[in-house]
Structure formats: structure tokens, C-alpha cells
């Protein structure tokens, strides 16, 4: 997928996330993106690693800020102490009509993926992301197991909450495979 | 009686200073090379000061990285979260971090190809970066021994060098995440504070001065900002932040960046000295390419370069005698068109079509293209209130708000065709800039 045709797409992901109650933040926008990318086998082709809040790329933090640059994607900042909310541009809306086939193609799994996630919170978004990353890694390791996982690599989740994301993870992909459209 | 602490004088920080066991590093050949890459490749050019080398801005890197672990790792600066999460910033292990942090910057450059970023894409195997050479030579024979000396695992070096970024297939501590933040952090990492001063120094460019000291004073490991709305919580991830004091001159540094870029870093002509740099090595290398091991990595610098450009540029049969030609002649390609609003409005990729239609009246090798939208961005970060609340800089600064980013667009032409290419561009560029090839899924 060429670099406009994923700003098509990035775009429709926004504002489906705002629709379903998403702040939007990064984290938000890169935690989607990721189990857009993972478990909806979306071809976005960016590499993400294990960072502070779980899954992360790099290059798609390089190209939220470059679509910035191109004023395709906005930062609105909010009141004190709150970090800000990603929004397209009229420009980019318009840039959307100009990709009807790709979001066609991939709309049913980003609007799954929206709903899923629109009313997440960063902290359970970091659990979850990362409940879906120790999966991929551990396709056969038992709840429990990657629970433990999870735990050992963000010391700050509890087991418990730990054991809660695996399940959800576990949901996800389940819903995925049983519905054609998004995977 | 011998020495063990060891002083360079060095024009933006007055003295940087080493131990022996840190200045054997310094002597050992991969940093010594180091003296012999230009910081800006070509940008000498058209800034005739800026002649300086990755040698003493690898110096300038470790001293901040230095002064920013001591500040970040004071015990009265720590918040009880911190010290729950990364425990080994109040132990007796700090010490040992300290160094590992003043090396991780020292040596985190010297995977850099001749003339610095000119050329690397082009040149390197697919998927390679000089930061995979960096770590190459930080685990090589000529380095191994001396981190042995030390008692530091070298991969620590690479890890706290490069980054989560570039070391993809590492699994990076709390800590270490910190660590690695304060050398190549996207907002306040020292290896861009220290180039900031440095290039603004050497270029004559004042704009990329801002107070660093006051800066370093305030930074501070804290908790990101909250996210707001429904999805009111407290925010568990640490991030490299300023107290509220440091604010302004957070806002600086970002504003002498936004400058350097815009003055510097993305001057057209020094952007085209680049391309032609690029086409010349490209031309010199190939077939075999750009070495991608330690000797041959460590036999090429700039003397072989521009020694091989100068010789290719008297002989018209030399491979990249053309390209030699237009840097050493000054017959570099001119810029025909910029980037603007008006037309980015109709296509965001409006050079790339027009180049395209260029290419189809004139002779294509005629035109270069310059096409960067700026990556790093990063205004975004947690700043600590008087009252012990964290808040996202966005929220309290108007001027990261408008802080504007760089995109650049740039067509440029052969000299001698410049004119005649610039009357047709002129002419016709209104029915040339919409899309001319669907790029919805086939």
C-alpha cells in the first residue's frame, strides 16, 4: 500500500475511533493501528516493536508527524494537564474520495477495530496490545503463561489484569478468523 | 604522577573530560575515524564554516549525556514511582550506568558512512542502516577488549546507543528505555542538543542557539501525560520530561530546530549537493557497493572520497565523473519548482507528478527530485507542575501549538536546461498537478 492510500486509510481509522468515544491520542492511534495491522492482516507494512506502552512503531510515529508536515493530520492540543487529540485535515478527507477501492477493501476491519477499541483507555490499550504481542510470540503458551509473560515484561501490570488482556486478546483473534472480512 | 582524568577543550561545552579507561575508547580506531567525517557532508558549500567533524560532536554528545544522567539520576529529583520502577538509579549501580551511558553517546556515530547521511540508503544492503554498522564495530575485535577492561557488556553500548528504534529485535528495560531516551530521545536527546549548538556555531546560523543549561537543569524522568476525556487515567509509562521552569527553554530548543532545519539542514543547495554526492558515490562503488564489514568500514572516510571525486572529476571517462563535475565545479542542478499550499492543496505529491511530466518533454537525467517530509516531531512531552501534577506540554505551551514542521518538495534542473524547463513548468504546471495514475488498490 502506497504512502497516500495508508493516509486514506489512517484517515477513515480516525474518524471511526472519534465515533466510538476514542480521545485519539497517539498511543490510541498506534495501539489500533497495530491490531489493525495484526489481527486484521491490514498490510501496513509498519515494524513495531516493544516499547513504553507496548506495541509501538517508530515509523508510524515518523509518519504521523510527516503527515502533519504535509497538513494532512492535525494535533489539537486540550486543557491542562491533558495530551492532545489527532485529527485529519480537510485536505486529507479529500485525499480519502481519491481511495474508494482500498477502503472498501479494509473498512469492515477498521470499523471492527474502532468499535473494539474507541471506548479503550491508553492503560488498557497498553494491556491489551501487549496481550496480543505475547500471543503472536506464544502461540501455544497457556493463559497463564502468557499472563506471566505480559507481567514480567510491563512490571506495572498486575497478574491479574495481566490474565484479563490475554483473554481479550484471545477474544480478538477468535472473532477475527470466524469473520472473513477482517482477516 | 599520572593522570587519570583527561581534559579536551571543545568550543560549545569549554572542556569535556575522560578517564583513562573512557580515553581508550576515544584512541581506539573506530572513534578516531570519526575525525574524518564532515558533522554536514557537503553543507561546507554553502556554509563555508561548517567544516567540523562527527569527532568532536561525539565528544559534545557523551559530555551532555553525562550531565543529564547526573541531573535525571540525582536522589532528590527521583519520585517514589521511579525509584519503585527502575531501582538501579539508587543503588550502588549508578555509577556503573553513568559510564555506560557516556559511552553508549560517545560511540554512537561511529557507524556513520563517509559524508555522514548523504548516501546511506543507496549504498548499503537493503535494510541496513549505519546504526547495524554502529553496532558492528561496538561488538568488533577492536572494541570488544576494551569494554571487557571495563566490565561493560558491549551490547548494552549498542542498546543505550541506538535506541528500541533501531534495535528492533532487543527487548529493552525500563531503564534501559531512559537511558537510551537521553542520548537519541526525540525531544530532548543530547545527540540533537549538542548538534543544535554545533552546527549553529559552525554554519554562522544564530538560530539554533538556546539555552542548554538551563534545560538539562530541569529535566527529569516523569510519567507521560494523561490522556483526557472518559478515559481519565493516570499514565504508567516514564518518558523524558521538564519541570515547569524548564519549559521556555524546552520551547527553544524546539524553535532552534524548526530554524536549523529550515535554514540548514533543508537549504536547497545544500540538498542537491547531497543528491550529487549520492549519485557520485553510487557511480564509485558499484558494482560491489559500500563495504558492510569492520576493515572495510574503517579503510573509508572522507580524504578517500573526495581524493577519488577530484581524480574522477579530471577524467571524463571516470565512473560519476558527472556528478564529481557539478560539486567540484559548482555546476550543481538549480531548483525549478518548490513546494507550496496552492498545489499541495490539489495533490500532496504534487513534485512527484510534475517531475514525471518533466521527465516526458526533457532529457529525465536532467532533474532531481527532493522529496522529505520532517519525521521527528515530538512536542508532546510530560512537564511537572508546581504542584506535583504531570501535564502534556501541548496543553500549556501556545508556542509548541504552532510550531510548524518541514516539508520539502524540490525539483531541480541541469543547469543548462534550467531556463527553457522552468518557462515549460511555469507554463503548463496548472494541468500537470492532478494525480495522472489511480493508486486505489488494482
Not at chain 1, 69 to 98: C, E, H, K, M, S
Request: proline share 6%; hydrophobic share 40%.
Amino acid at each position: 500500500m502506497n504512502r497516500m492510500a495508508k493516509a486514506a486509510l489512517l484517515t477513515r481509522l480516525l474518524i471511526a475511533l472519534r465515533n466510538h468515544g476514542s480521545w485519539c491520542g497517539e498511543t490510541h492511534v498506534q495501539k489500533s493501528i497495530y491490531l489493525l495491522q495484526e489481527l486484521c492482516s491490514v498490510p501496513l507494512n509498519f515494524r513495531f516493536v516493544l516499547y513504553k506502552h507496548g506495541p509501538f512503531s517508530f515509523d508510524l510515529r515518523d509518519e504521523l508527524t510527516s503527515l502533519q508536515a504535509d497538513d494532512l493530520l492535525t494535533l489539537q492540543p486540550q486543557a491542562i494537564p491533558y495530551g492532545p487529540r489527532l485529527a485529519p485535515t480537510v485536505g486529507a478527507q479529500a485525499l480519502a474520495n481519491r481511495f474508494p477501492k482500498t477502503l472498501a477493501s479494509y473498512g469492515a476491519a477498521v470499523d471492527f477495530i474502532a468499535e473494539r477499541l474507541g471506548s479503550c483507555g491508553v492503560n488498557a490499550l497498553e494491556r491489551l496490545a501487549t496481550a496480543v504481542y505475547v500471543r503472536r510470540q506464544h502461540p501455544e503458551a497457556s493463559s497463564t503463561e502468557c499472563a506471566k509473560i505480559l507481567a514480567g515484561l510491563k512490571p506495572h501490570i498486575l497478574l491479574e489484569n495481566a490474565l484479563t488482556a490475554v483473554d481479550e486478546a484471545d477474544q480478538l483473534f477468535l472473532e477475527t478468523r470466524l469473520q472473513p472480512m477482517l482477516s | 604522577m599520572i593522570k587519570h582524568i583527561h581534559e579536551l577543550r571543545d568550543p560549545i561545552h569549554a572542556f569535556v573530560r575522560l578517564t583513562t579507561d573512557e580515553r581508550r575508547i576515544l584512541d581506539s580506531r573506530p572513534f578516531q575515524r570519526l575525525r574524518h567525517i564532515h558533522q554536514l557532508a557537503l553543507t561546507y558549500l554553502v556554509y563555508p564554516g561548517a567544516t567540523h567533524r562527527r569527532f568532536e560532536h561525539s565528544l559534545g554528545v557523551m559530555e551532555l549525556a553525562g550531565r543529564v544522567f547526573d541531573v535525571i539520576s540525582h536522589p532528590g529529583n527521583l519520585t517514589d514511582k521511579v525509584r519503585d520502577l527502575v531501582p538501579e538509579l539508587s543503588s550502588d549501580k549508578r555509577g556503573y550506568w553513568r559510564q555506560v551511558v557516556r559511552m553508549a553517546a560517545l560511540c554512537h556515530d561511529i557507524g556513520h558512512l563517509p559524508f555522514s547521511h548523504a548516501a546511506e540508503k543507496e549504498l548499503l544492503p537493503p535494510g541496513k542502516t549505519h546504526e547495524d554498522l554502529t553496532a558492528l564495530l561496538v561488538n568488533s575485535h577492536e572494541m570488544a577488549p576494551l569494554w571487557e577492561d571495563m566490565n561493560i557488556q558491549p551490547k548494552r553500548i549498542a542498546k543505550l546507543a541506538l535506541g528500541p528504534k533501531e534495535m528492533r529485535d532487543e527487548t529493552f528495560s525500563v531503564l534501559e528505555t531512559i537511558l537510551s531516551e537521553i542520548i537519541v530521545g526525540d525531544a530532548f536527546g543530547v545527540d540533537r542538543m549538542d548538534y543544535l549548538l554545533r552546527d549553529s556555531l559552525h554554519t554562522g546560523v544564530a538560530y539554533g542557539r538556546f539555552d542548554h543549561f538551563r534545560l538539562v537543569d530541569t529535566l527529569r524522568i516523569l510519567t507521560a501525560p494523561p490522556s483526557g476525556g472518559e478515559d481519565d487515567e493516570e499514565n504508567e509509562a516514564l518518558a523524558l520530561g521538564v519541570e515547569v521552569g524548564g519549559l521556555q527553554s524546552a520551547e527553544a530548543l524546539l524553535l532552534a530546530r524548526y530554524f536549523m532545519y529550515s535554514q540548514v539542514y533543508f537549504h536547497a543547495i545544500r540538498r542537491i549537493y547531497d543528491i550529487h554526492l549520492r549519485d557520485f558515490l553510487s557511480e564509485w562503488l558499484a558494482p560491489a557497493g559500500y563495504p558492510f564489514e569492520v576493515d572495510g568500514h574503517l579503510g573509508l572516510t572522507d580524504v578517500e572520497v573526495l581524493a577519488a571525486m577530484r581524480d574522477a572529476e579530471r577524467k571524463a571517462s571516470a565512473p560519476g565523473h558527472a556528478s564529481a563535475h557539478n560539486i567540484l565545479c559548482r555546476g550543481h542542478f538549480r531548483p525549478i519548482y518548490f513546494r507550496n499550499p496552492a498545489d499541495t492543496a490539489i495533490n500532496p505529491e504534487a513534485g512527484g507528478e510534475l517531475l514525471r511530466a518533466l521527465q516526458g518533454q526533457f532529457e529525465p537525467t536532467c532533474f532531481r527530485r527532493d522529496r522529505y517530509p520532517q519525521k521527528a516531531g515530538a512536542p508532546n512531552f510530560p512537564v511537572l507542575l508546581h504542584n506535583g501534577q504531570v501535564s502534556s506540554s501541548l496543553a500549556l505551551s501556545a508556542v509548541l501549538q504552532n510550531l510548524p514542521l518541514v516539508s520539502v518538495d524540490t525539483i531541480y534542473a541541469s543547469p543548462h536546461i534550467r531556463a527553457v524547463s522552468e518557462k515549460w513548468l511555469n507554463k503548463h504546471r496548472g494541468d500537470l498537478l492532478r494525480p495522472s495514475s489511480e493508486e486505489d488498490l488494482e
